[in-house]
């Protein structure tokens, strides 16, 4: 099994030994009994770290993996290769798995699962000098200081993995969720109409029209994932904010847009439905922003009417 090992603290003064891009056999050392001449055992992968990165949701074709309260994606795009002269297999539940080294870490990072870069299962048997293109996926802390991760081979292989400073070298991430590239925060704001990613969706939120007794805010919504998802009013705590500071609730439906019909329900991979909020018995002031946390994660975006 392919290993992450995640450390928090050393006793020695951290240093890389690995760089993107560069294949690093890693395995099992064994030796012969009484002497100290290497066996060379099957159980050994060619790894080729391509990047790191962050992310909110993945889409895997079999199901949509969203980051939970409080934490992010990390996301690990490498090559495994068979240096072996046996059959290597290469499975996403018994492949790959996490190690973590260090209690504060233990507590907070977490293997998921893996699969082809799209989206696709992982299950492969490889032959001697074949490979397969991998997506690794990590549940990470919204914000952590440092990563450093070892790419190892089984449990009694640990002084052959090959070590990483991920922050430095991780793909800097466009989120409006991202405060500096790679650590991620739980809110964010943004200008109205302008795309956002959360969780399974990119939204896009249109500034409020006074129609009647109410106020109507237009909510563009796309589903982002590999799989069907669901969205409708309930998901979502939605307010609408005024002059003065005062808040009003949205009423409890989504319409189509113009219309008093009610809808929520499911999107299909890569579908957009327009929507619309309609905020009741509001005060006379002007509305200065709109609000949307979500139940599930409980990350929230503000759509600023001044920007």
Known sequence: MLALLLIAAQTKPFVANAELGKPYRVGVQ????????????PYWRTITVKSF??????????ESIIAEAGQKLLLIDVNIKNPNNDKVQVTTAETLRTLIWEANLAKSFRYIRAFLPDGGTLRHDLKTGQAVDVTMVLSAPEHTPFVHLGLSYERNSNQTARWFDVIPIAQKSKSVFSTDGFNFGPSATVAADAPFELDAFRFAISKPVKKGDHYAVTLIATNTMRMPASWGWQYSVTELQFAGGAKVTAYPSTYEPGTDTMWGGELT???????????????????????MKLNATQRQVTVDFSR
């Open 30 to 41: 064994a030796y012969i009994i009484g002497t100290k001449t290497k066996v060379d055992m």
């Open 53 to 62: 990165r962050t992310a909110q949701a993945f889409g895997g074709q079999g």
């Open 269 to 291: 991979p890569g579908q957009t439905k327009r929507l619309e909020y309609r905020f009741y018995n509001a005060p006379a002031a002007a509305p200065t922003s709109f609000t």
